[in-house]
């Protein structure tokens, strides 16, 4: 998100400098502490996306703290997406503007993102040909059977949304040992092997992120997040794809029309 130094709001007041303590028996590194407290901020509500922050020798100066603990807790919300830097603009409050894409529809992450006018991508975080007797029940197969398993984390405009578990059942689509991992799964599957996804059943939960959940989406303690499970069909109604996707809650918002 780059908003330009005239748009940002200006500097903290003083008294906000009041919600911030560091206190010096916690176990807790200061810079932690200190990230914790603004994150709590922005998740309120009280920094709001475009709030401009103090330097950090301000900040430090304000909560006699060094400027090494300033610094690390500013990278660690730039890294986990919360603060952008933008130049004589300053440190500037970021939050993930929240997707609503619509269910109702079978579509892919990147059609999804798309339809929302952001640009999608992803980083594979573990790829194989895999046995597993607990996969091959969902699927109805024998337990020796072999799936395509991936973990990717997808990203809306580099933002991570999902870290996405998924399952591709290689007996009836074996040409998907083709796949490079770049670009739609569904348009590989629909132009190259001819097997177009046609339908699926999808449930959605309610979960906190579990320890690599959280190490991908930048948090530094459990967040509540949303678990959709999906198995995906061909038309002739054959699983084709089982997907476990835990999506950011902070970010991600389905709307579903009723009739």
């Not at 309120?44 to 060094?66: D, F, I, Q």
């Not at 020796?144 to 580099?158: G, P, Y």
């Amino acid at each position: 998100m780059n908003i330009p130094h005239s748009s940002a709001k200006t500097i903290l007041p003083p008294k906000l400098f009041d919600q911030l303590k560091i206190s010096e028996q916690s176990s807790e590194p200061a810079y932690l502490q200190l990230k914790r407290q603004i994150d709590a901020l922005i998740d309120n509500g009280v920094l709001e996306t475009g709030h401009n922050l103090p330097s950090e020798r301000v900040l430090a100066e304000a909560l006699s703290v060094s400027r090494t603990t300033v610094k690390r807790c500013y990278d660690e919300l730039r890294n986990s997406q919360r603060l952008s830097t933008h130049g004589r603009g300053g440190t500037i409050v970021q939050s993930p503007s929240r997707v609503n894409p619509t269910l109702g529809k079978l579509k892919g992450f990147t059609e999804e993102m798309r339809e929302q006018g952001k640009v999608a991508s992803s980083r594979v975080l573990e790829y194989g040909i895999v046995s597993e007797r607990t996969i091959a029940c969902i699927f109805k197969r024998p337990s020796a059977a072999i799936f395509l398993h991936i973990i990717r984390l997808r990203l809306a405009d580099n933002v991570p949304m999902t870290r996405e578990v998924a399952w591709y059942d290689l007996s009836a689509v074996p040409d998907l040992e083709k796949w490079d991992t770049s670009g739609s799964i569904y348009t590989f599957l629909q132009d190259t092997c001819g097997i177009p996804l046609v339908y699926a059943e999808q449930t959605i939960e309610a979960v906190i992120s579990n320890e690599k959940e959280a190490e991908v989406f930048g948090f530094d303690k459990p967040e509540p997040c949303l678990l959709l499970k999906r198995h995906s069909y061909s038309a002739s109604g054959q699983l084709i794809e089982y997907v476990e996707g835990t999506f950011r809650g902070d970010a991600y918002v389905y709307k579903l029309k009723l009739r």
